[in-house]
């Protein structure tokens, strides 16, 4: 059983780029899931990036042949039967195939605690945030994987137009990644 037993934040848990499942295995794990009582929405392609989401600047700076060059190595999971069984251990697990922003119309909660954002482009990640920022709740959590990681500066000044518009404040980690919490 997990550590934490309560979380005082309300809504869902939601993660846009999940491939095997590595940290949202650990947050399971860490949280007593099964008694919070919330949903985890799993989104991904399950087929790797989407090339034609890259925008110029990405590519000039080799982001898409990063993400060519990884696919073809095999580091993104397309086997989803793979992907349901390593989470058929919790409850309230909705696993999402499909390519962000075109797939959130299909996602149904309206209350988000905790957003994990990891999809290695700029163009889903910014979208995802336009689309659940109205539904993070008050105290909720955004959490971007690659903010201000190196070689990814294109998706970071985009992340920080979004974020500038929505008229957020975003606190940088020495990891490289970006946190936001919602008040
Ligand atoms: C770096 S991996 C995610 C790693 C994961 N968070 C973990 O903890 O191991 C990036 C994932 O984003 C997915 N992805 C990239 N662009 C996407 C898009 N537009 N829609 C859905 N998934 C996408 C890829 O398929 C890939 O599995």
Redesign the pocket.
Known sequence: MGRIRSIQCAGDFV????????????ILSYLDWDGLGKRFYL????????ME?FSDEEIARGRRAA?QQSCSAGA??TDIARVRRNYSEWRGIEIVK????D?LQAIDTKSVAFL?L????A??ETSALRHFWPYVSNGGIVLF??YAYFGFDEQGRAIDEEIAALRAELLVLPTGQGLILKT
């Open positions: 993660e846009c780029g999940v491939n095997a499942g590595f940290l949202s295995s650990a989104i991904d392609t399950f087929e790797g990036p989407v989401q993400a993104y999971v499909g390519r962000v922003p797939v994990h990891d999809m290695n482009c163009y889903p994987d690659d």
